[in-house]
Nanobody, 126 residues
Framework: QVRLGESGGGLVQAGGSLRLSCAAS????????MAWFRQAPGKEREFVAA????????HYRDSVKGRFTISRDNAHNTVYLQMNNLKPEDTAVYYC???????????????????WGQGTQVTVSS
């Protein structure tokens, strides 16, 4: 059983930066693909970024490419999301998720992920 806990959210002006962290416990972190999703009020949860357990390959939604960077530190059981040049449309609750899968690559559907954190609020003011 993997437990995930996000931190680092907050209020920032447009153009600013935030770094989200997700600490994992209770499992072998290096065996999980990790991802970030977000959910704005009244909208469905959407994929933001993922990083594989094996070759550390990454995948991003188009709207955050060049602005967000996902990374992981297996020694400290933590995954990060560095968010630069934030926009008001990035405002949402951000969730960390873990997937155990023998398949190569990473997935972008919420249903593919096995464990979720409680979320951290990110608010970008214009």
């Amino acid at each position: 059983q993997v437990r995930l806990g996000e931190s680092g959210g907050g209020l920032v002006q447009a153009g600013g930066s935030l770094r989200l962290s997700c600490a994992a416990s209770g499992g072998t972190f290096s065996t999980y693909n990790m991802a970030w999703f977000r959910q704005a009020p009244g909208k469905e949860r959407e994929f933001v970024a993922a990083i594989s357990r094996s070759d550390l390959s990454t995948h991003y939604r188009d709207s955050v490419k060049g602005r967000f960077t996902i990374s992981r530190d297996n020694a400290h059981n933590t995954v990060y999301l560095q968010m630069n040049n934030l926009k008001p449309e990035d405002t949402a609750v951000y969730y960390c998720a873990a997937e155990w899968s023998p398949r190569l690559g990473v997935r972008s559907r919420p249903g593919d992920y096995d464990y979720w954190g409680q979320g951290t609020q990110v608010t970008v003011s214009s």
